[in-house]
């Protein structure tokens, strides 16, 4: 039987895998546009927790923190090479609220915006 062949109901390893890549390389590609948990799973037509216990499983995160850390890498490039402000940044990831932004920002690298700014 071959790995990414259903097993009682439950995906293989290679489908799990194949699943994962496809999640990553989509993350990559729209990480500026309307992109969620909620998004993937559709996108996927999986389920939402089934998804993201899969995602977890191969990288020891959950798939909402692996959003939030790309988010952030791309938030650090268009603050360093795009001169963009804060709030600029903020709206063109999808974050509603500037100061819950800069809070997660300062989580993830350890600085401030202004600070990183610097």
Not at 58 to 85: N, P, S
């Amino acid at each position: 039987m071959e790995g990414g062949e259903k097993v009682g109901g439950v995906l293989g390893g290679k489908k799990k895998k194949k699943i994962v890549t496809k999640v990553c390389e989509y993350t990559l590609n729209n990480i500026e546009g309307s992109i969620s948990v909620k998004v993937l799973s559709e996108i996927l037509f999986m389920n939402r927790s089934y998804l993201s216990e899969i995602f977890k499983k191969e990288f020891g995160i959950t798939l909402q923190e692996y959003i939030t850390v790309v988010k952030i890498e791309r938030a650090k490039r268009l603050l360093l090479d795009d001169k963009l402000k804060a709030y600029q940044v903020a709206e063109r990831l999808g974050f509603k609220d500037t100061e819950y932004f800069g809070a997660l920002f300062k989580k993830y690298t350890g600085s401030s915006i202004q600070n990183f700014n610097d």
